[in-house]
């Protein structure tokens, strides 16, 4: 099993890290919860695939100059690495944070008509994102924050099903949950640094747009 967990640096369920189901793929892009500016990280407990891993991105090399397969140039540099390795550091600490403003962002939005994420338990969720679903005037909301100097991200406006290259290829399929919660959903402002009063003004914002345009349920 390959984990896409690009997202879920630190998540755990049951107390087993995200990466540690099966073979785990890390984006450190800069807007992950860690970063090195970019690049990745791949985790695995198997020693075949990690020796095959550290081959393939060294253009097929073990040995210098001696090239025993067709590989590449995956190297990450010795300057992201060394950013890498220090996020890796402040891990708990980031996450910990987000977890705070998570909670808080929770508190502040009880009772707006809007349907905010749920945790199961026995799962520590890292908050890349916070997410909400606000329904159909989700464009409206989107803008009236704008107008008050607030960030949001539409993760992700266009799903998989509706991709050009997945259509084009003929995998054609008819997802009507999906496309309505690809429409309703936006995240707000999230990181570990973020302060109670800009929370604050976020949620005060939120709950304005969705008074005036309408938040909507989940749809069935
Ligand atoms: C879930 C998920 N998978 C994969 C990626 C791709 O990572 P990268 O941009 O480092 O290639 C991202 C980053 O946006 C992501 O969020």
């Not at 793929?25 to 800069?30: D, E, Q, R, T």
């Not at 908050?127 to 008050?148: F, M, S």
């Not at 997945?166 to 936006?186: M, N, Q, S, Y």
Request: with cysteine.
């Amino acid at each position: 099993m390959i984990e896409d967990a690009c997202q879920a640096v630190g998540a755990t369920q049951n107390g087993k890290q995200a990466g540690s189901f099966g073979v785990g793929a890390f984006s450190l892009y800069a807007t992950k919860n860690i970063t090195s500016g970019e690049g990745g990280m791949i985790t695995t407990n198997d020693d075949t695939l990690n020796e095959w891993l550290r081959t393939f991105r060294s253009q097929g090399m073990k040995v210098r100059y001696l090239h025993e397969m067709l590989g590449t140039n995956y190297r990450m540099t010795d300057i992201a690495a060394a950013i890498g390795i220090v996020q890796l550091g402040k891990l708990d600490q980031f996450t910990a944070a987000r977890v705070t403003a998570a909670a808080r962002y929770d508190a502040l939005l009880a009772g707006a008509p809007i349907v905010r994420q749920g945790t199961p338990a026995g799962n520590l969720h890292v908050y890349h994102q916070y997410t909400v679903h606000v329904g159909p005037a989700r464009d409206e909301i989107v803008k009236d924050l704008a107008n008050d100097g607030i960030g949001t991200g539409v993760y992700y406006p266009i799903p998989v099903s509706e991709q050009p290259y997945i259509k084009e290829r003929g995998l054609g399929v008819v997802l009507p949950v999906t496309d309505a919660l690809a429409k309703g959903c936006l995240s707000l402002p999230m990181f570990a640094a973020m302060t109670a009063a800009e929370q604050e003004e976020v949620a005060a914002s939120l709950r304005r747009a969705v008074e005036r345009h309408g938040g909507s349920a989940w749809p069935a």
